[in-house]
Protein backbone atom coordinates (compact mmCIF):
# COMPACT_ATOMS: atom_id res chain seq x y z
CA UNK A 1 0.00 0.00 0.00
CA UNK A 2 2.74 2.16 0.80
CA UNK A 3 4.30 2.34 -2.47
CA UNK A 4 0.92 3.91 -4.40
CA UNK A 5 0.34 6.70 -1.30
CA UNK A 6 2.19 10.09 -1.80
CA UNK A 7 3.62 12.38 0.97
CA UNK A 8 1.20 12.33 4.24
CA UNK A 9 -1.41 15.13 3.90
CA UNK A 10 -2.39 17.35 6.86
CA UNK A 11 -5.95 19.02 6.09
CA UNK A 12 -7.30 21.22 8.90
CA UNK A 13 -10.42 24.45 9.42
CA UNK A 14 -9.98 27.26 11.35
CA UNK A 15 -13.07 28.68 12.85
CA UNK A 16 -15.77 26.72 10.68
CA UNK A 17 -19.49 27.59 10.68
CA UNK A 18 -22.27 25.84 8.91
CA UNK A 19 -25.29 27.38 8.38
CA UNK A 20 -28.40 25.65 6.92
CA UNK A 21 -30.79 28.77 5.94
CA UNK A 22 -31.05 30.78 9.16
CA UNK A 23 -29.83 28.13 11.56
CA UNK A 24 -26.34 27.45 12.08
CA UNK A 25 -25.10 23.94 13.17
CA UNK A 26 -21.92 24.57 13.51
CA UNK A 27 -20.41 27.06 15.49
CA UNK A 28 -16.64 27.80 15.42
CA UNK A 29 -15.16 24.29 14.99
CA UNK A 30 -10.75 24.18 14.66
CA UNK A 31 -9.86 20.88 13.79
CA UNK A 32 -6.48 19.66 12.57
CA UNK A 33 -6.34 16.49 11.11
CA UNK A 34 -2.66 14.44 10.56
CA UNK A 35 -1.44 11.74 8.48
CA UNK A 36 -0.66 8.83 10.85
CA UNK A 37 -3.07 9.23 12.97
CA UNK A 38 -6.55 8.03 14.12
CA UNK A 39 -9.03 10.73 14.61
CA UNK A 40 -11.96 9.90 16.33
CA UNK A 41 -14.68 12.63 16.91
CA UNK A 42 -17.27 11.72 19.36
CA UNK A 43 -20.28 13.38 19.98
CA UNK A 44 -24.50 12.79 20.84
CA UNK A 45 -26.61 12.12 17.47
CA UNK A 46 -26.81 15.93 15.79
CA UNK A 47 -23.92 17.27 17.61
CA UNK A 48 -22.34 17.83 13.82
CA UNK A 49 -20.42 15.17 13.17
CA UNK A 50 -21.44 14.24 9.77
CA UNK A 51 -22.17 17.79 8.55
CA UNK A 52 -18.27 18.25 9.92
CA UNK A 53 -16.71 15.64 7.73
CA UNK A 54 -19.34 16.22 4.71
CA UNK A 55 -17.44 19.42 4.76
CA UNK A 56 -14.12 18.29 5.39
CA UNK A 57 -14.41 15.90 1.94
CA UNK A 58 -16.11 18.40 -0.28
CA UNK A 59 -19.75 17.05 0.15
CA UNK A 60 -21.22 20.42 1.66
CA UNK A 61 -20.15 23.50 1.64
CA UNK A 62 -18.81 25.95 4.96
CA UNK A 63 -20.45 28.92 5.47
CA UNK A 64 -17.67 30.50 7.33
CA UNK A 65 -14.17 29.68 7.57
CA UNK A 66 -10.65 28.59 6.77
CA UNK A 67 -9.70 25.19 5.13
CA UNK A 68 -5.97 24.63 4.76
CA UNK A 69 -3.99 21.89 3.40
CA UNK A 70 -0.86 21.12 4.03
CA UNK A 71 1.24 17.84 2.15
CA UNK A 72 4.46 17.50 4.10
CA UNK A 73 6.44 19.84 1.95
CA UNK A 74 6.09 22.29 5.26
CA UNK A 75 3.88 24.89 3.83
CA UNK A 76 0.04 25.35 4.09
CA UNK A 77 -2.22 26.44 1.55
CA UNK A 78 -5.56 27.91 2.46
CA UNK A 79 -8.03 26.30 -0.02
CA UNK A 80 -10.95 28.81 -1.52
CA UNK A 81 -13.00 26.30 -4.01
CA UNK A 82 -13.59 22.84 -2.21
CA UNK A 83 -15.85 20.26 -3.73
CA UNK A 84 -16.20 16.36 -3.72
CA UNK A 85 -13.72 16.17 -6.90
CA UNK A 86 -11.34 18.27 -5.57
CA UNK A 87 -11.51 16.72 -2.20
CA UNK A 88 -10.70 13.31 -3.80
CA UNK A 89 -8.21 14.62 -6.30
CA UNK A 90 -6.33 15.63 -3.06
CA UNK A 91 -6.54 12.22 -1.69
CA UNK A 92 -9.56 12.85 0.84
CA UNK A 93 -12.38 10.00 0.98
CA UNK A 94 -15.51 9.73 2.80
CA UNK A 95 -17.15 6.67 3.22
CA UNK A 96 -20.75 7.39 3.91
CA UNK A 97 -22.82 6.12 6.69
CA UNK A 98 -25.46 5.56 3.78
CA UNK A 99 -23.93 3.35 0.88
CA UNK A 100 -22.90 5.06 -2.28
CA UNK A 101 -22.88 2.43 -4.64
CA UNK A 102 -24.40 1.40 -8.09
CA UNK A 103 -26.52 -1.30 -7.24
CA UNK A 104 -26.62 -2.30 -10.79
CA UNK A 105 -23.54 -2.74 -11.54
CA UNK A 106 -20.36 -5.27 -10.13
CA UNK A 107 -18.41 -5.20 -7.61
CA UNK A 108 -15.34 -4.67 -9.37
CA UNK A 109 -17.30 -2.14 -11.33
CA UNK A 110 -18.01 -0.26 -7.96
CA UNK A 111 -15.11 -1.03 -6.86
CA UNK A 112 -13.33 1.71 -9.93
CA UNK A 113 -16.60 3.87 -10.36
CA UNK A 114 -15.51 6.85 -11.47
CA UNK A 115 -11.77 5.83 -10.93
CA UNK A 116 -11.89 3.65 -13.72
CA UNK A 117 -8.49 1.92 -15.38
CA UNK A 118 -8.26 2.42 -19.15
CA UNK A 119 -6.43 0.48 -21.58
CA UNK A 120 -5.83 1.65 -24.89
CA UNK A 121 -9.09 1.94 -26.62
CA UNK A 122 -11.34 1.00 -23.98
CA UNK A 123 -11.82 -0.22 -20.01
CA UNK A 124 -9.38 -2.07 -18.73
CA UNK A 125 -11.86 -4.70 -17.20
CA UNK A 126 -9.78 -7.61 -16.46
CA UNK A 127 -6.98 -5.46 -14.57
CA UNK A 128 -9.90 -3.70 -12.67
CA UNK A 129 -11.33 -7.27 -12.15
CA UNK A 130 -7.89 -8.45 -10.88
CA UNK A 131 -7.17 -4.95 -8.26
CA UNK A 132 -10.61 -5.71 -6.51
CA UNK A 133 -9.71 -9.23 -5.77
CA UNK A 134 -6.29 -7.85 -4.25
CA UNK A 135 -8.48 -4.86 -2.26
CA UNK A 136 -10.88 -8.01 -1.35
CA UNK A 137 -8.17 -10.39 -0.36
CA UNK A 138 -6.76 -7.56 1.60
CA UNK A 139 -10.28 -7.40 3.50
CA UNK A 140 -10.30 -11.30 3.82
CA UNK A 141 -13.35 -11.27 2.29
CA UNK A 142 -14.90 -13.97 0.20
CA UNK A 143 -16.95 -11.30 -2.06
CA UNK A 144 -16.99 -12.23 -5.79
CA UNK A 145 -16.33 -9.08 -7.28
CA UNK A 146 -18.30 -10.32 -10.24
CA UNK A 147 -21.49 -10.72 -8.41
CA UNK A 148 -23.83 -7.75 -8.47
CA UNK A 149 -24.18 -5.50 -5.37
CA UNK A 150 -27.75 -5.31 -5.38
CA UNK A 151 -27.19 -8.88 -4.22
CA UNK A 152 -24.96 -8.62 -1.30
CA UNK A 153 -26.23 -8.56 2.22
CA UNK A 154 -25.57 -4.93 3.96
CA UNK A 155 -22.28 -5.77 5.70
CA UNK A 156 -20.53 -7.23 2.39
CA UNK A 157 -21.58 -3.83 0.71
CA UNK A 158 -19.59 -2.19 3.52
CA UNK A 159 -16.88 -4.37 2.44
CA UNK A 160 -16.96 -3.27 -1.10
CA UNK A 161 -17.05 1.04 0.09
CA UNK A 162 -13.64 0.42 1.93
CA UNK A 163 -12.22 -1.90 -0.90
CA UNK A 164 -13.13 1.69 -2.97
CA UNK A 165 -11.40 3.50 -0.70
CA UNK A 166 -8.57 1.24 -0.84
CA UNK A 167 -8.59 1.77 -4.62
CA UNK A 168 -8.78 5.77 -4.77
CA UNK A 169 -5.46 5.81 -2.65
CA UNK A 170 -6.99 7.98 0.10
CA UNK A 171 -4.41 10.37 1.81
CA UNK A 172 -7.77 11.13 4.56
CA UNK A 173 -10.24 8.72 4.88
CA UNK A 174 -12.96 9.54 6.44
CA UNK A 175 -14.90 6.86 8.36
CA UNK A 176 -18.77 7.34 9.30
CA UNK A 177 -19.76 4.37 11.42
CA UNK A 178 -18.25 2.14 9.26
CA UNK A 179 -19.00 -0.77 11.76
CA UNK A 180 -22.24 -0.39 12.17
CA UNK A 181 -23.52 -3.14 10.00
CA UNK A 182 -20.24 -5.56 10.41
CA UNK A 183 -19.89 -8.81 12.57
CA UNK A 184 -17.07 -8.41 14.77
CA UNK A 185 -14.46 -10.38 12.91
CA UNK A 186 -14.94 -7.97 10.14
CA UNK A 187 -15.11 -5.12 12.14
CA UNK A 188 -11.26 -6.89 13.75
CA UNK A 189 -10.42 -6.72 9.76
CA UNK A 190 -11.03 -3.59 9.25
CA UNK A 191 -8.89 -2.09 12.50
CA UNK A 192 -6.25 -4.13 10.94
CA UNK A 193 -6.62 -1.95 7.68
CA UNK A 194 -6.95 1.22 9.48
CA UNK A 195 -3.74 0.22 11.06
CA UNK A 196 -1.83 -0.06 7.86
CA UNK A 197 -3.36 2.71 6.96
CA UNK A 198 -2.18 4.63 9.69
CA UNK A 199 1.24 3.24 9.12
CA UNK A 200 1.53 4.68 5.66
CA UNK A 201 0.51 7.82 6.28
CA UNK A 202 -2.95 8.16 5.73
CA UNK A 203 -4.77 10.59 8.39
CA UNK A 204 -8.10 8.56 9.69
CA UNK A 205 -10.99 9.96 10.97
CA UNK A 206 -13.24 7.48 12.71
CA UNK A 207 -16.66 8.56 13.57
CA UNK A 208 -18.28 5.89 15.81
CA UNK A 209 -20.82 5.50 18.87
CA UNK A 210 -18.81 2.64 20.32
CA UNK A 211 -16.90 3.75 22.82
CA UNK A 212 -14.51 0.33 23.01
CA UNK A 213 -14.04 0.86 19.48
CA UNK A 214 -12.69 4.55 20.05
CA UNK A 215 -10.73 3.23 23.21
CA UNK A 216 -8.80 0.03 20.48
CA UNK A 217 -7.85 2.35 17.61
CA UNK A 218 -7.85 6.48 18.21
CA UNK A 219 -4.96 8.15 18.67
CA UNK A 220 -6.64 11.90 19.17
CA UNK A 221 -10.25 12.47 20.07
CA UNK A 222 -12.23 15.51 19.13
CA UNK A 223 -15.45 15.97 21.16
CA UNK A 224 -18.79 17.97 19.60
CA UNK A 225 -21.76 18.62 21.23
CA UNK A 226 -24.65 20.87 19.97
CA UNK A 227 -22.45 21.96 17.40
CA UNK A 228 -19.95 23.78 19.17
CA UNK A 229 -16.52 22.03 19.86
CA UNK A 230 -15.76 20.70 23.36
CA UNK A 231 -12.30 19.84 22.68
CA UNK A 232 -9.63 17.68 21.29
CA UNK A 233 -7.78 15.26 23.66
CA UNK A 234 -4.86 12.81 23.52
CA UNK A 235 -7.10 9.51 23.51
CA UNK A 236 -4.83 7.83 26.07
CA UNK A 237 -6.01 10.57 28.17
CA UNK A 238 -9.62 9.50 27.93
CA UNK A 239 -11.65 6.79 30.05
CA UNK A 240 -14.65 5.95 28.48
CA UNK A 241 -16.67 7.14 31.29
CA UNK A 242 -15.03 10.61 30.29
CA UNK A 243 -15.67 10.41 26.70
CA UNK A 244 -19.52 10.07 27.86
CA UNK A 245 -19.35 12.74 30.33
CA UNK A 246 -17.44 15.07 27.55
CA UNK A 247 -20.47 13.96 24.93
CA UNK A 248 -23.31 14.52 27.40
CA UNK A 249 -21.79 17.36 29.43
CA UNK A 250 -22.89 15.53 32.50
CA UNK A 251 -22.10 12.75 34.50
CA UNK A 252 -24.34 9.56 33.30
CA UNK A 253 -24.31 8.29 36.90
CA UNK A 254 -26.76 4.75 35.45
CA UNK A 255 -26.53 4.26 31.75
CA UNK A 256 -29.27 1.34 32.90
CA UNK A 257 -32.48 2.31 35.14
CA UNK A 258 -33.02 -0.21 37.73
CA UNK A 259 -35.86 -2.33 35.99
CA UNK A 260 -39.07 -3.07 38.24
CA UNK A 261 -39.10 -6.90 39.26
CA UNK A 262 -41.68 -9.11 37.99
CA UNK A 263 -44.53 -10.31 40.73
CA UNK A 264 -44.03 -13.88 40.86
CA UNK A 265 -47.72 -14.49 39.86
CA UNK A 266 -47.10 -12.64 36.76
CA UNK A 267 -49.55 -14.06 33.84
CA UNK A 268 -47.79 -15.48 30.66
CA UNK A 269 -48.97 -12.79 28.36
CA UNK A 270 -47.00 -14.66 25.27
CA UNK A 271 -46.82 -18.54 24.81
CA UNK A 272 -44.54 -19.70 21.81
CA UNK A 273 -44.29 -23.57 21.66
CA UNK A 274 -42.46 -25.64 19.20
CA UNK A 275 -42.01 -23.00 16.39
CA UNK A 276 -39.76 -24.05 13.88
CA UNK A 277 -38.39 -21.82 11.59
CA UNK A 278 -37.54 -22.44 7.74
CA UNK A 279 -34.19 -24.52 7.03
CA UNK A 280 -34.14 -25.71 10.79
CA UNK A 281 -34.91 -29.17 12.25
CA UNK A 282 -35.15 -28.21 15.65
CA UNK A 283 -38.18 -26.09 17.01
CA UNK A 284 -38.36 -22.97 19.65
CA UNK A 285 -40.12 -22.43 22.35
CA UNK A 286 -40.62 -19.90 25.04
CA UNK A 287 -42.35 -17.59 27.06
CA UNK A 288 -43.01 -14.07 28.00
CA UNK A 289 -44.73 -12.86 31.04
CA UNK A 290 -46.36 -9.65 32.32
CA UNK A 291 -44.53 -6.69 33.08
CA UNK A 292 -41.17 -8.41 31.71
CA UNK A 293 -38.01 -7.79 29.92
CA UNK A 294 -37.38 -11.49 27.73
CA UNK A 295 -34.23 -10.63 25.96
CA UNK A 296 -33.02 -12.43 22.87
CA UNK A 297 -29.04 -12.43 21.90
CA UNK A 298 -27.20 -14.52 19.88
CA UNK A 299 -24.46 -14.14 16.80
CA UNK A 300 -25.87 -12.39 13.91
CA UNK A 301 -27.76 -14.79 11.15
CA UNK A 302 -29.39 -16.69 14.67
CA UNK A 303 -32.55 -16.25 13.76
CA UNK A 304 -33.54 -13.94 16.53
CA UNK A 305 -35.11 -11.43 13.83
CA UNK A 306 -36.56 -14.69 12.00
CA UNK A 307 -38.41 -15.96 15.06
CA UNK A 308 -39.90 -12.56 16.14
CA UNK A 309 -41.18 -12.43 12.50
CA UNK A 310 -42.36 -15.66 12.15
CA UNK A 311 -44.28 -15.16 15.33
CA UNK A 312 -45.98 -11.67 13.67
CA UNK A 313 -46.58 -13.63 10.73
CA UNK A 314 -43.66 -11.69 8.46
CA UNK A 315 -42.58 -14.98 7.43
CA UNK A 316 -43.70 -18.21 7.32
CA UNK A 317 -43.03 -21.13 9.48
CA UNK A 318 -41.17 -24.04 8.44
CA UNK A 319 -43.77 -26.58 6.06
CA UNK A 320 -45.35 -28.72 8.02
CA UNK A 321 -44.38 -27.16 11.25
CA UNK A 322 -47.15 -27.71 13.90
CA UNK A 323 -46.11 -24.62 16.59
CA UNK A 324 -48.39 -22.44 17.84
CA UNK A 325 -48.64 -19.10 19.44
CA UNK A 326 -50.85 -17.86 21.90
CA UNK A 327 -51.62 -14.58 23.15
CA UNK A 328 -53.14 -13.84 26.71
CA UNK A 329 -54.02 -18.22 26.70
CA UNK A 330 -55.76 -17.29 22.68
CA UNK A 331 -54.28 -19.20 19.94
CA UNK A 332 -53.63 -16.44 17.45
CA UNK A 333 -52.01 -16.73 13.88
CA UNK A 334 -51.23 -13.38 12.59
CA UNK A 335 -50.92 -12.48 8.69
CA UNK A 336 -50.53 -8.93 8.97
CA UNK A 337 -48.75 -6.64 11.60
CA UNK A 338 -51.99 -4.61 11.47
CA UNK A 339 -53.47 -7.58 12.96
CA UNK A 340 -51.09 -7.90 15.57
CA UNK A 341 -51.45 -4.03 16.31
CA UNK A 342 -55.04 -4.93 16.74
CA UNK A 343 -54.38 -7.72 19.71
CA UNK A 344 -52.22 -5.22 21.56
CA UNK A 345 -49.01 -6.21 20.01
CA UNK A 346 -46.14 -3.54 17.96
CA UNK A 347 -43.09 -4.48 16.36
CA UNK A 348 -40.53 -1.98 16.06
CA UNK A 349 -37.74 -3.08 13.25
CA UNK A 350 -33.97 -2.88 13.36
CA UNK A 351 -34.36 -1.36 9.96
CA UNK A 352 -35.51 2.06 11.26
CA UNK A 353 -34.74 3.55 8.04
CA UNK A 354 -35.79 0.37 4.99
CA UNK A 355 -39.45 -0.26 6.66
CA UNK A 356 -39.82 2.23 10.57
CA UNK A 357 -40.31 5.08 8.57
CA UNK A 358 -41.22 6.95 5.45
CA UNK A 359 -37.89 9.12 5.40
CA UNK A 360 -39.21 11.49 2.82
CA UNK A 361 -42.28 11.90 4.16
CA UNK A 362 -43.15 14.20 7.22
CA UNK A 363 -42.79 13.82 11.21
CA UNK A 364 -46.26 14.25 11.90
CA UNK A 365 -47.32 11.78 8.74
CA UNK A 366 -44.81 9.15 10.16
CA UNK A 367 -46.01 9.18 13.74
CA UNK A 368 -49.64 9.08 12.93
CA UNK A 369 -49.03 5.97 10.89
CA UNK A 370 -49.51 3.04 12.89
CA UNK A 371 -51.81 4.17 15.06
CA UNK A 372 -54.15 6.19 12.06
CA UNK A 373 -57.52 4.56 13.59
CA UNK A 374 -57.33 6.63 16.32
CA UNK A 375 -57.47 10.14 14.83
CA UNK A 376 -59.59 8.96 11.84
CA UNK A 377 -62.73 7.59 10.70
CA UNK A 378 -63.68 9.16 6.93
CA UNK A 379 -61.01 12.26 7.35
CA UNK A 380 -58.44 12.42 9.51
CA UNK A 381 -58.70 14.58 12.69
CA UNK A 382 -55.63 16.94 12.23
CA UNK A 383 -56.12 18.70 15.43
CA UNK A 384 -56.03 15.69 17.61
CA UNK A 385 -53.05 14.22 15.55
CA UNK A 386 -50.92 17.78 16.34
CA UNK A 387 -51.88 17.33 19.94
CA UNK A 388 -50.70 13.70 20.04
CA UNK A 389 -47.53 14.55 17.88
CA UNK A 390 -46.62 17.60 20.56
CA UNK A 391 -47.22 15.31 23.86
CA UNK A 392 -44.75 12.99 22.09
CA UNK A 393 -42.26 15.53 21.18
CA UNK A 394 -42.25 16.27 24.82
CA UNK A 395 -42.67 12.76 25.91
CA UNK A 396 -39.67 11.45 23.92
CA UNK A 397 -37.25 14.46 23.69
CA UNK A 398 -37.89 14.46 19.91
CA UNK A 399 -35.41 17.07 18.84
CA UNK A 400 -35.50 19.00 15.48
CA UNK A 401 -34.62 22.43 14.28
CA UNK A 402 -38.02 22.45 12.23
CA UNK A 403 -41.42 20.80 12.58
CA UNK A 404 -42.13 20.68 8.83
CA UNK A 405 -38.50 18.65 7.88
CA UNK A 406 -38.82 15.03 6.45
CA UNK A 407 -37.90 12.45 9.06
CA UNK A 408 -35.09 11.27 7.08
CA UNK A 409 -33.51 14.66 8.45
CA UNK A 410 -33.70 13.89 11.49
CA UNK A 411 -30.54 12.61 13.20
CA UNK A 412 -30.17 8.43 14.03
CA UNK A 413 -31.31 8.68 17.38
CA UNK A 414 -34.20 11.01 16.93
CA UNK A 415 -35.20 9.14 13.96
CA UNK A 416 -35.19 6.18 17.15
CA UNK A 417 -37.51 8.48 19.24
CA UNK A 418 -39.94 8.84 16.44
CA UNK A 419 -40.24 5.36 15.65
CA UNK A 420 -40.75 4.52 19.28
CA UNK A 421 -43.41 7.43 19.71
CA UNK A 422 -44.90 5.60 16.43
CA UNK A 423 -45.48 2.17 17.76
CA UNK A 424 -46.40 3.69 21.46
CA UNK A 425 -48.90 5.69 19.62
CA UNK A 426 -50.95 2.57 18.97
CA UNK A 427 -51.12 2.06 22.75
CA UNK A 428 -49.87 -1.86 22.69
CA UNK A 429 -49.13 -3.97 25.90
CA UNK A 430 -46.94 -6.24 24.14
CA UNK A 431 -44.10 -4.70 22.39
CA UNK A 432 -41.09 -6.55 20.48
CA UNK A 433 -38.17 -4.29 19.88
CA UNK A 434 -35.22 -4.87 17.52
CA UNK A 435 -32.02 -3.50 17.98
CA UNK A 436 -33.00 -0.55 19.91
CA UNK A 437 -30.05 1.12 20.02
CA UNK A 438 -28.11 0.86 17.02
CA UNK A 439 -26.21 3.67 15.51
CA UNK A 440 -27.19 5.94 18.52
CA UNK A 441 -25.04 8.00 20.84
CA UNK A 442 -25.05 7.38 24.58
CA UNK A 443 -27.03 9.79 25.84
CA UNK A 444 -29.93 9.03 23.27
CA UNK A 445 -28.85 5.35 24.85
CA UNK A 446 -29.52 6.42 28.13
CA UNK A 447 -32.73 7.80 27.33
CA UNK A 448 -34.70 5.11 25.69
CA UNK A 449 -33.53 2.76 28.25
CA UNK A 450 -35.54 4.73 30.74
CA UNK A 451 -38.15 4.79 28.55
CA UNK A 452 -38.40 1.08 28.74
CA UNK A 453 -38.02 1.01 32.38
CA UNK A 454 -40.86 3.66 32.30
CA UNK A 455 -42.81 1.03 30.52
CA UNK A 456 -42.21 -2.31 32.56
CA UNK A 457 -43.44 0.14 35.80
CA UNK A 458 -47.03 0.69 33.87
CA UNK A 459 -47.46 -3.09 33.13
CA UNK A 460 -46.35 -3.72 29.56
CA UNK A 461 -44.49 -6.79 28.36
CA UNK A 462 -40.92 -6.03 25.97
CA UNK A 463 -38.86 -8.70 23.97
CA UNK A 464 -35.76 -7.41 23.82
CA UNK A 465 -33.29 -8.01 20.47
CA UNK A 466 -29.82 -6.69 20.65
CA UNK A 467 -26.21 -7.46 19.50
CA UNK A 468 -25.16 -5.54 22.56
CA UNK A 469 -24.75 -8.04 25.53
CA UNK A 470 -23.94 -5.09 27.65
CA UNK A 471 -27.74 -3.48 26.87
CA UNK A 472 -29.29 -7.53 26.74
CA UNK A 473 -27.93 -7.85 30.13
CA UNK A 474 -28.69 -4.48 31.80
CA UNK A 475 -32.35 -4.73 30.60
CA UNK A 476 -33.35 -8.32 30.77
CA UNK A 477 -34.85 -10.08 33.96
CA UNK A 478 -34.47 -13.33 31.58
CA UNK A 479 -32.61 -13.74 28.59
CA UNK A 480 -33.19 -16.32 25.60
CA UNK A 481 -29.75 -17.39 23.68
CA UNK A 482 -30.34 -18.15 19.73
CA UNK A 483 -27.52 -20.39 17.80
CA UNK A 484 -28.18 -21.80 14.62
CA UNK A 485 -32.40 -20.89 14.49
CA UNK A 486 -32.89 -22.24 17.33
CA UNK A 487 -33.02 -21.87 21.36
CA UNK A 488 -30.39 -23.08 22.75
CA UNK A 489 -31.00 -21.97 26.21
CA UNK A 490 -32.89 -19.08 28.80
CA UNK A 491 -31.08 -17.77 31.09
CA UNK A 492 -32.34 -15.87 34.29
CA UNK A 493 -30.56 -14.99 37.73
CA UNK A 494 -26.93 -15.46 38.30
CA UNK A 495 -26.59 -17.12 34.87
CA UNK A 496 -27.50 -14.02 33.11
CA UNK A 497 -23.60 -12.85 32.56
CA UNK A 498 -21.73 -12.41 29.08
CA UNK A 499 -19.23 -15.59 29.59
CA UNK A 500 -22.31 -17.65 30.08
CA UNK A 501 -24.41 -15.90 27.34
CA UNK A 502 -21.61 -16.48 24.88
CA UNK A 503 -21.17 -20.10 25.53
CA UNK A 504 -24.89 -20.87 24.27
CA UNK A 505 -24.73 -18.19 21.65
CA UNK A 506 -21.85 -20.38 20.28
CA UNK A 507 -22.84 -23.88 20.83
CA UNK A 508 -20.38 -24.93 23.48
CA UNK A 509 -23.94 -25.42 25.80
CA UNK A 510 -27.37 -25.98 24.70
CA UNK A 511 -29.48 -26.70 27.24
CA UNK A 512 -31.89 -29.03 24.44
CA UNK A 513 -28.83 -31.39 24.69
CA UNK A 514 -28.33 -31.32 28.26
CA UNK A 515 -31.96 -31.79 28.65
CA UNK A 516 -31.71 -34.51 26.32
CA UNK A 517 -29.11 -36.36 28.30
CA UNK A 518 -27.16 -35.92 25.19
CA UNK A 519 -23.42 -34.03 25.47
CA UNK A 520 -22.33 -30.91 23.68
CA UNK A 521 -18.70 -30.66 25.18
CA UNK A 522 -17.45 -30.95 21.51
CA UNK A 523 -20.09 -27.99 19.90
Excluded at 20 to 31: C, K, S, T, Y
Excluded at 218 to 233: F, H, K, M, N, W
Excluded at 407 to 430: F, M, T
Excluded at 437 to 461: E, N, P, V
Aim: net charge negative; hydrophobic share 40%; glycine share 8%.
Amino acid sequence: MSDENTKSLTLSVKNLRKSFGPVEVLHGIDLTLRGGEVHAILGENGAGKSTLVKILSGFEPLTDGELHISDGSGSSQRITLWNNAIAEQAGVVLIHQEFNLAEQLTVAENIFLGNEIKGRFFLDKKTMRTKAQEYLDILRSDIDPDASVAQLPVSAKQMVEIAKAQAKHARVLVLDEPTAVLTQQESQVLFELIDRFRQDGVAIVFISHKLDEIKQIADVITVLRDGELVGSYPALQLSKDDMARLMVGRELNSLFPEMPKVPGEAEVVLRVTDLLLQGNSTPSSFELRRGEVLGFSGLVGSGRTALMETVLGLRKSAKGNSGSVELRGERVDFKQLSAARNKGVAYLTKDRKGSGLLLEKGLVFNFSLFSLHKVSSLLIDTKREEVAFEKAIETFDIRMKDRSIAAGNLSGGNQQKLLLAKILEAEPSLIIIDEPTRGIDIGTKSQIYHFIAQLIASGHSLILISSDITEVIGLSHRVAVMYHGQISGVLEGDEIEEIEIMRYATGLKNKNLEQSGISNAKA
